[in-house]
T-cell receptor, first 115, second 115 residues
Framework: ETGVTQTPRHLVMGMTNKKSLKCEQH?????MYWYKQSAKKPLELMFV???????ENNSVPSRFSPECPNSSHLFLHLHTLQPEDSALYLC??????????????FGEGSWLTVV | DAKTTQPNSMESNEEEPVHLPCNHS???????IHWYRQLPSQGPEYVIH???SNVNNRMASLAIAEDRKSSTLILHRATLRDAAVYYC????????????????FGKGTLLTVNP
């Protein structure tokens, strides 16, 4: 139990569907992240939110739409995805602006399969 | 970001110590050395981090070379639960542009622990 909870753990969706991934953190952090991990590839940073403002969009296609309504919740809205978007999507959180090399805590991930 | 180099895989026996090496010859003076690990079907988890001095915690020890161009993660007694991919990551904690939040993952070292 890392304090970062992701739902659903597994999702299968068609290319024309609209779905959302949800992340909730119980650590009192003020920064949240979405990472993508495809098979046999390193983790890739997708989005970063600090104090509910998006501070990074790492050239992610618009079919992925993040939302951060408050510092404890982060969503990733998905629509018209492609099969190559099938991957493990990881949410993470941390304290923003800590210059001592602060730790990032990850959830267990949501396995997404696009058919 | 400064780059790290790790062996693709290593093997150990249960109850024996494991030394996981990492080379980072282009490390800058403001880079912290972080280690994370990712167990099968889970998100990454923080292991340890350090700047110049050796560090110990309940999970592992981090030995940093005097010139900081390499480091070694030490698991004192490997267990089957330690089988994972271990990532050595440099984080520049200067606050310029807020870039200190980034964790850039490489391929890591796959550690196999034999019973």
């Amino acid at each position: 139990e890392t304090g970062v909870t992701q739902t659903p753990r597994h999702l299968v969706m068609g290319m024309t569907n609209k779905k959302s991934l949800k992340c909730e953190q119980h650590l009192g952090h003020n920064a949240m992240y979405w990472y993508k991990q495809s098979a046999k590839k390193p983790l890739e940073l997708m989005f970063v939110y600090s104090l509910e403002e998006r501070v990074e969009n790492n050239s992610v296609p618009s079919r992925f739409s993040p939302e951060c309504p408050n510092s404890s919740h982060l969503f990733l809205h998905l629509h018209t995805l492609q099969p190559e978007d099938s991957a493990l999507y990881l949410c993470a959180s941390s304290r923003w602006g800590d210059s001592s090399g602060n730790t990032i805590y990850f959830g267990e991930g949501s396995w997404l399969t696009v058919v | 970001d400064a780059k790290t180099t790790q062996p693709n895989s290593m093997e150990s026996n249960e109850e024996e110590p494991v030394h996981l090496p990492c080379n980072h010859s282009t490390i800058s003076g403001t880079d912290y050395i972080h280690w994370y690990r990712q167990l099968p079907s889970q998100g990454p988890e923080y292991v340890i981090h350090g700047l110049t001095s050796n560090v110990n915690n309940r999970m592992a020890s981090l030995a940093i070379a005097e010139d900081r161009k390499s480091s070694t993660l030490i698991l004192h007694r490997a267990t089957l639960r330690d089988a994972a991919v271990y990532y050595c990551i440099l984080r520049d904690v200067r606050s310029s542009g807020g870039s200190n939040y980034k964790l850039t993952f490489g391929k890591g070292t796959l550690l196999t622990v034999n019973p």
